[in-house]
């Protein structure tokens, strides 16, 4: 069941706006006489958000590729396949709202109109304050490359027609040096047939070019890459982590289960470096705290942890980062907001429901 605190505070709390693209979105909302002059909001809790980059790789094997030796010195690609590389590692703190921490904040009908901004889950922004507009960490993911051109539109009747796929390599390879010696003779000023102008230039050497690299990839096979992110969301209860398996990797299909054995285990460790102050506190300290809270706008105190995700026995991440779960609660006095003519301004931070800034 979901406690809710109610204080009486000379400022007026509202719901909040929407912010940018990937800011915290937010909704306003005055309190009026139709709503009791009340608004409630929730605390969050933290949630770890660990982001994988990945980058997948697919080797096409060429349909000539065992004659790729013999025609043109190279070596292919001679098995076709699909490979996952983890690339990155980012961890972020995402608040999620904790219903068992809810509040109300009943405010005097006669207030000149203070706000609060609330985020879309009820976590609080800020008071008296439009928030500021802050982008979420995020990873640059590069474009996939172009898919391979289709070569055989590029064959010749000849080629089509042969009667064997060594005939047909043979023809290829032909057709192959036959385009390098006209985009030689077109560099050098020896083409008969001259492009009459830059742009004309331009549009044959990338149609030559285009054909050659189709051609090539017969032979040689072609690589394909692309990369995209995967999150593994982690709650933290108020105890230690020791080594969890969050999720597993695969070379062959990528970030796979926690309880998938098909891939490595990705491990986080994550220990608390704060003594919770409930844990030092007598029971009469521990009432008087408890009165302190239920007459203010209650915040949260994160508590500071270390982190440590680990892979295939080397160190991906070791970071300090805050935890709500590993912290305590303070008041702001609801005496602080009597001033009408110049009302208190506070900003939180919505994914820890800290103070960041007070302004007077």
Known sequence: MIKIKRLVLSALIVLLPAVSMQAQQTVRMNAIKANDYGVIYSLPKTSLVVTLKV?????????FYQFAQRYLSIDP???????????????????????????MVIFRPNSIAPYVHLTQDGLIST?????????????????????????????????????????????????????????????????????????????????????????????SGSTQTEYFTKEIVVIPTEKDIDKRIIGRFSEKLGPVDADNLAGAPIYLTLRSKTQKVETILSDKDKERLAKKLSEGVVYNVPGKAQLTLEFRNKTLKNMETDIVQFGTKDVLAKKMFDNMKQPIKVVFYPDLGAIKQIIQ
């Not at 980058?55 to 349909?63: A, I």
């Not at 089509?160 to 057709?175: D, Y």
């Not at 050098?188 to 102008?197: K, L, R, S, V, Y």
Request: aromatic share 6%.
């Open 55 to 63: 980058k997948k790789t697919v080797y096409n094997r060429g349909e």
């Open 77 to 103: 690609i001679t098995e076709s396949r699909t490979e996952f590389t983890l690339e990155d590692v980012m961890v972020t703190n995402r608040g999620v709202a904790d219903k068992d921490n809810s509040f």
């Open 127 to 219: 008071i008296n304050t439009d928030p500021e507009s802050e982008k979420t960490p995020s990873f640059d993911v590069p474009e996939p490359s172009p898919a391979p051109l289709n070569s055989r539109r590029f064959l010749s009747e000849e080629t089509l027609m042969a009667g064997s796929t060594a005939k047909q390599a043979e023809l290829v390879s032909k057709q192959i040096f036959e385009l390098r010696r006209s985009r030689n003779d077109i560099l050098i000023g020896e083409a008969d047939n001259m492009p009459p102008d830059g742009e004309a230039y331009k549009v044959v050497m990338e149609q030559i070019n285009n054909q050659e690299k189709a051609l090539t990839e017969m032979f």
